[in-house]
C-alpha cells in the first residue's frame, strides 16, 4: 500500500518547539524531493520547506527560515521538520509530500508538482 503518514503534531506554547516526520511506505523517497505544505483552517494549502532529491539544497517560505529546518534519510524512507520558535500563525495541518519529478534539483513550491501526499497531522501553537 502507497502511503505517507505524518507523526509528530500537538499542542506547544509559543517560542516552543516541534519536530513532525514523515514516514512512506509503498514509495521510495530516493531520487524525489520531498516538501512539507501546511493548510491553516479556511485557507489554502502552502508550502513550508523542501528538500531535494540528493539532500543538498534546501528552499522554505520567507516565513519560516531562520526557524525551520526540513531533513530526509532515504535509508529509512522518511523526512522531518523540525520547527524552532514556534508562532501562533504557523498553527495549522503540516503534510508532507513527494514530487513526481525523477532528482528534481530545486523542489518545487506548487502542490500540482507532488503525487503523493499524507493525511497530516496538526500543530497548534497557542499559550
Known amino acids: 500500500q502507497e502511503q505517507l503518514v505524518e507523526s509528530g503534531g500537538g499542542l506547544v506554547q509559543p517560542g516552543g518547539s516541534l519536530r513532525v516526520s514523515c514516514a512512506a511506505t509503498?514509495?521510495?523517497?530516493?531520487?524525489?524531493?520531498v516538501a512539507w505544505f501546511r493548510q491553516a483552517q479556511g485557507l489554502t494549502r502552502t508550502f513550508v520547506a523542501g528538500i531535494s532529491w540528493t539532500g543538498g539544497r534546501t528552499n522554505y517560505r520567507d516565513s519560516v527560515k531562520g526557524r525551520f529546518t526540513i531533513s530526509r534519510d532515504d535509508t529509512n524512507n522518511s523526512a522531518y521538520l523540525q520547527m524552532n520558535n514556534l508562532k501562533p500563525e504557523d498553527t495549522a495541518v503540516y503534510y508532507c509530500?513527494?514530487?513526481?519529478?525523477?532528482?528534481?534539483?530545486?523542489?518545487?513550491?506548487?502542490?500540482?508538482?507532488?503525487?503523493?501526499w499524507g493525511r497530516g497531522t496538526q500543530v497548534t501553537v497557542s499559550a
Open positions: 509530500a513527494r514530487t513526481k519529478y525523477f532528482r528534481d534539483e530545486v523542489p518545487p513550491t506548487n502542490t500540482i508538482a507532488y503525487s503523493y
Open positions: 509503498g514509495v521510495s523517497f530516493r531520487n524525489y524531493a
